[in-house]
């Protein structure tokens, strides 16, 4: 797709503005803006790896990457912070921006007090330290314990039995019916 004689219009309840060009950027939803944005996040995160020393697991720098989140491993929170300026700097260099308000940090220690009297500082822009996290779909606490990963799969699986609890014990369904719903639902 190109952006070359594009012109768009806003609509704001019954009123449509006249056309204007689009000179740059590409249309909402356009299939290649994923893409580009990949090749740039790459980019950036290959500066990252060439120009700090963060924590390596087999041999490579851990960034956990996905769709538009980031996330920075490292041994300590200097490395951390030093990674993430790195980050930010190449970001900037292509044109992205990080976003403070969505920026978090979590010091995954056995140590209750690790990381307490440090805060992650950068462009005038002080993260928040959480204790725990979600990431896609898991939630990482900051004594790295898997307990209550357990306990929230636990509560999701009582509330899906629940919900369906008066369907499962129905004498109106053939039990070969209800196992083929519950075989479904796993």
């Known amino acids: 797709m190109s952006l070359t004689e594009t012109y768009s219009r806003v609509r704001v309840g019954k009123n449509v ?3 204007f060009p689009i000179r740059n950027g590409l249309k909402q939803g356009d299939a290649l803006s994923p ?3 990949n090749f740039a996040l790459e980019y950036a995160i290959r500066r990252v790896q060439v120009n700090q ?5 087999s041999g490579t720098h851990q960034f956990l990457v996905y769709a538009d989140d980031f996330n920075i491993l490292g041994g300590s929170i200097h490395t951390l912070k030093e990674n993430a300026e790195a980050l930010v700097a190449a970001t900037r260099e292509i044109g992205l921006e990080v976003s403070a308000d969505k920026t978090k940090y979590v010091v995954m220690s056995p140590d209750q007090n690790a990381g307490r009297i440090h805060s992650v500082r950068i462009d005038n ?3 928040e330290r959480l204790e725990e996290f979600k990431y896609l779909g898991t939630t990482l606490t900051n004594q790295n314990s898997i307990a209550e990963e357990i306990k929230s799969r636990l509560r999701s ?3 899906c039995y629940h919900s369906v609890q008066n369907l499962l014990s129905s ?3 053939s039990k070969n019916l209800k196992s083929r719903y519950v075989y479904i639902e796993l």
Not at 53 to 57: I, N, S, V
Request: charged residues 25%; proline residues 0%.
């Open 35 to 37: 893409m580009l944005f």
């Open 157 to 159: 699986g009582n509330t």
């Open 17 to 19: 503005s006249d056309k």
């Open 125 to 127: 822009n002080t993260f």
């Open 171 to 173: 004498r109106l369904l």
């Open 53 to 57: 020393d963060g924590m390596k697991l």
